[in-house]
């Protein structure tokens, strides 16, 4: 039986560390960065445990092993991990409904990864439900934002009912499409296309 639930234990955050691990670009193939995804920030433990100070993350368990997680990161974790410091800065100018991203209470989702062998199971969807029902009452929506060349993952957040409200490129020419889920309309969505 699988358990969602937060991550409440140094033993959680290394089972997060360790699927980050596995699921991290660098450690995949181009076929498998195409036809399963990726995550890109390569998290410390003393990282995901400040972000966890603030807010808990959302964990999908089986048998006590960690085999999905996402991530929870609130403006107090702004500067927390210097490659998202830019994510941040762009929440600053970009608008949703007339308004700044900055002046709404948000919660961004740090990262999202599930175990290659629960894949296509709902794990999924159920982390999301889990992470709505969880910080519903404390956030406006959640926002993150996912590479361009990652089509499962923008595909996936399509399906949960992330929308698509900015992208740009960065320095290094790589594409980031910024998605929010406004848990006010779950329902809305609108199509993120990508091409390879």
């Known amino acids: 039986m699988i358990i969602y639930t937060t991550a409440n234990s140094k033993n959680d955050l290394e089972g997060i560390l360790a699927l980050q691990k596995r699921n991290l670009a660098a450690s995949l193939t181009n076929d498998e960065i195409l036809s399963q995804g990726f995550v890109t920030v390569d998290h410390s433990y003393e990282q995901l445990a400040s972000l966890s100070d603030h807010e808990k993350h959302v964990i ?55 175990d290659k062998a629960y894949r296509g199971q709902g794990v999924l969807d159920h982390c999301y439900a889990a992470y709505r029902e969880h910080y519903l009452t404390k956030y406006d929506f959640a926002i993150t934002e996912i590479a361009g060349t990652n089509l499962r993952s923008l595909k996936a957040h399509q399906r949960i009912g992330f929308k698509e409200i900015n992208n740009y490129l960065s320095p290094d020419k790589t594409e980031w499409v910024v998605v929010l889920w406004d848990w006010k309309n779950p329902g809305i969505t609108t199509e993120i296309r990508r091409t390879p």
């Open 60 to 114: 999908a368990k089986h048998n006590e092993k960690v085999i999905g997680y996402l991530l929870a990161m609130t403006k107090q974790s702004r500067f927390d991990i210097p490659v998202l410091v830019p994510m941040f800065e762009l929440f600053d100018t970009i608008s949703y409904n007339d308004k700044k991203i900055s002046e709404y209470n948000y919660l961004v989702v740090g990262q999202v990864c599930i």
